[in-house]
């Protein structure tokens, strides 16, 4: 199997604005840092598109979401000149979209849901066809961002009870998202047919709730190619926790590859607020960053897919 190995550059073009500089790691200064993530062997480039930024006006609001689809026009084209696969990440939100908020954009919140259904389509469709025109058609796509329990739940500062989250025990709003994505998904095979579609989850520390959820997905006909898992040590547990959850995976869904697209481990510093504390076995440093990164690659060429 073909295997790919990058980052999430999102925030670049921020970075070399700020003048940041880069070296290599015996400390040479290097001009191009896709020039260099090339030289180190990396392969793909993941990028977060959100749908207007601008207007989210949470108490949250991270200047660090601020990736619209002209900013990301140029830097996916970017990385494809520069020879990655590109991997596009639709947040479907004007900001962060994750298990615990999944917003939908202000100028969607009005939206009926069968209105919601041709808007996504639409959406989908129209920036998909603009990455492609623009030099950066992607490789892979992702049709929302951990999207573990649905999205598109509603307005940010909507009441609790209205939001049309899903969950692995009741049948509520199932319908609904896996008609969401069903009308994304159409977009992508429409404009990119050659790219792979990624259903991106990060629930690895609970395989009941994977399980349920790629099962949904089948029931639904959903038309996917790669089941894509979170997997951060210092929320989700130790490798253990991954090797159960690829268990799970493989077993129940033995016909879908499967992709980390979203792992991390510090080389510096433990990162505020986490669950687990891993340090005695990877220590925060260079040496246990690569320790991570090699026990985390064993595991997963235990498994053909």
């Not at 025990?169 to 998202?177: E, H, I, Q, T």
Request: aromatic share 14%; with cysteine.
């Amino acid at each position: 199997a073909q295997k790919y190995v990058g980052g999430d550059i999102s925030l670049l073009p921020e970075y070399i604005n700020a003048n940041a500089k880069y070296y290599n790691y015996q400390g040479q200064s290097v001009s191009s840092p896709l020039q260099l993530f090339h030289d180190e062997g990396l392969n793909a480039m993941r990028v977060r598109l959100f749908v207007n930024p601008s207007d989210y006006t949470g108490n949250d609001k991270d200047p660090n979401a601020c990736q619209d689809l002209e900013y990301v026009k140029s830097l996916g084209k970017q990385i494809k000149d520069a020879g990655f696969d590109l991997i596009l990440d639709f947040h479907y939100s004007d900001t962060w979209a994750d298990p615990a908020k999944q917003w939908t954009p202000a100028a969607w919140v009005s939206l009926t849901d069968e209105q919601l259904y041709d808007k996504i389509y639409e959406y989908t469709k129209d920036a998909l066809t603009q990455m492609c025109d623009a030099g950066a058609t992607p490789d892979f796509i992702q049709p929302g961002n951990e999207i573990s329990y649905g999205m598109l739940w509603g307005a940010y500062n909507a009441s609790a009870s209205s939001l049309k989250k899903c969950y692995v025990n009741s049948s509520a709003n199932w319908d609904r998202f896996t008609t969401l994505l069903e009308n994304a998904i159409k977009a992508c095979r429409e404009v990119c047919p050659d790219a792979k579609v990624i259903l991106h989850t990060e629930r690895v520390q609970q395989t009941n709730v994977l399980s349920n959820f790629y099962t949904k997905m089948n029931n639904a006909n959903i038309d996917y190619d790669i089941i894509g898992l979170s997997y951060y040590p210092a929320w989700h547990g130790n490798l253990a926790t991954l090797e159960s959850a690829l268990n799970a995976m493989t077993t129940g869904f033995p016909d879908k590859d499967i992709m980390i697209v979203e792992t991390g481990y510090s080389y510096a510093w433990a990162i505020p607020g986490t669950s687990f504390d891993y340090s005695s076995v990877y220590p925060y440093s260079d040496a246990g960053q690569n320790s991570y990164t090699v026990d985390l690659i064993s595991l997963l060429n235990k498994y053909d897919n």
